[in-house]
């Protein structure tokens, strides 16, 4: 949700016609930012924000400008972080003040408090671009698993990046070329594809678990963590309750907000376990029944042939979950090829899941 893109050049300033090319570059993420945009231009750094708002919509504006006696940070941010109120707490007691209460303000300040290493104390999915104006370096993170998109160009000592490649594209000098080897991955093992690359040649991805500086010196990229694979030794009760208590733990943290929420029900193993903690929480904090989706296809009834591996439609199985969850159901019924197009478009855009 929410989208981001911008240019930034060290050694040369950007001419006033620049803005119309960032204006151009920031409609193409409208639809993973319908509810607001807004735009930070200077003589070297152009940075624009497409906003879907979850979260404290006065405070969360974006680009986000923090002002300092050592200068000025601006942030453009897409994700959401789980462990905001952990971290304000940080930084509050080293004598930091909020305005609001979105996650954003939370990443400038702890940008500013713990420089680079920043990215060590986030536990989310994000993506995210800082400019500091006394140094003139951009610094650009991206999440441990590369939920959220960021890609990025270098032409004519600019760096041109965006959280959709079609942002770049409306930069002046970025090419749509094919890459020989980007189109051979995505015919032979798509979706899968090297890590940083695209299938445009002088495109390229800022890779998983990765951070970069742009500044003077040029593009610098560092790895900030890597998976490790260790030998499972509990026995099934303590395997039970650790799953547990991740699963509770990391669906429950996702469902702060300040807009309703709701869980896509397929009927499937993990839509069904993550509505599960979600109907368990908001009963909890005695609020109203959780609102869940589902789609369905006109004539999909008559249409499904039973077999082993599925003896029974989704529909089975997603009232069979909203009876002993008393969720609130709304089932969408697709009867054109052209609103089928239109939603899987728009989870492209809005970086959900395309399955249960």
């Known amino acids: 949700m929410c989208g981001f893109t911008g240019f930034v050049n060290i050694k040369e300033k950007f001419k006033q016609d620049s803005k119309i090319i960032l204006k151009n570059m920031n409609h193409t993420l409208a639809r993973r930012g319908p509810d607001e945009d807004g735009y930070f231009i200077s003589d070297c750094a152009f940075l624009a924000h497409k906003r879907l708002i979850v979260i404290d919509p006065d405070g969360g504006k974006q680009p986000m400008i923090e002002h300092t006696s050592h200068g000025d940070y601006i942030i453009c941010y897409n994700g959401q972080i789980y462990n905001t109120k952990e971290l304000r707490e940080i930084l509050i007691q080293n004598g930091f003040a909020f305005k609001g209460h979105c996650d954003t303000e939370v990443i400038l300040k702890g940008y500013i408090h713990f420089g680079k290493e920043i990215v060590h104390h986030l536990n989310g999915i994000f993506a995210f671009v800082i400019w500091n104006t006394k140094t003139n370096e951009l610094f650009m993170a991206r999440d441990h698993f590369g939920v959220k998109p960021l890609f990025y160009s270098i032409h004519q000592n600019t760096l041109i990046f965006g959280s959709e490649i079609k942002a770049i594209f409306q930069y002046p000098g ?36 990765h951070f970069a500086i742009f500044n003077e010196y ?7 963590w890597k998976l490790h694979s260790e030998e499972h030794k509990d026995n099934l009760s303590k395997t039970c309750e650790k799953v547990h208590y991740l699963l509770k733990d990391a669906i429950e943290r996702q469902l702060v907000s300040d807009v309703p929420l709701c869980t896509f029900l397929s009927g499937g193993l993990d839509s069904s376990i993550i509505t599960k903690f979600a109907a368990d929480f908001y009963e909890k904090k005695k609020l109203p029944p959780l609102d869940t989706y589902s789609i369905d296809y006109v004539d999909n009834d008559k249409n499904f042939v039973k077999s082993d591996f599925q003896p029974n439609s989704d529909n089975y199985y997603i009232d069979l979950m909203c009876k002993n969850l008393h969720t609130k159901h709304h089932n969408i019924v697709i009867d054109t090829p052209e609103l089928a197009s239109y939603l899987y478009d728009s989870m492209i855009a809005r970086d959900m899941p395309r399955n249960g």
């Open 218 to 224: 040029g593009l610098q990229i560092k790895r900030y």
């Open 174 to 209: 970025i090419e749509k070329i094919l890459d020989s080897q980007g189109i051979s991955e995505l015919l032979g093992i798509g979706p899968s594809h090297t890590p940083g690359t695209t299938i445009f040649k002088n495109i390229f991805e800022l890779k998983p678990a």
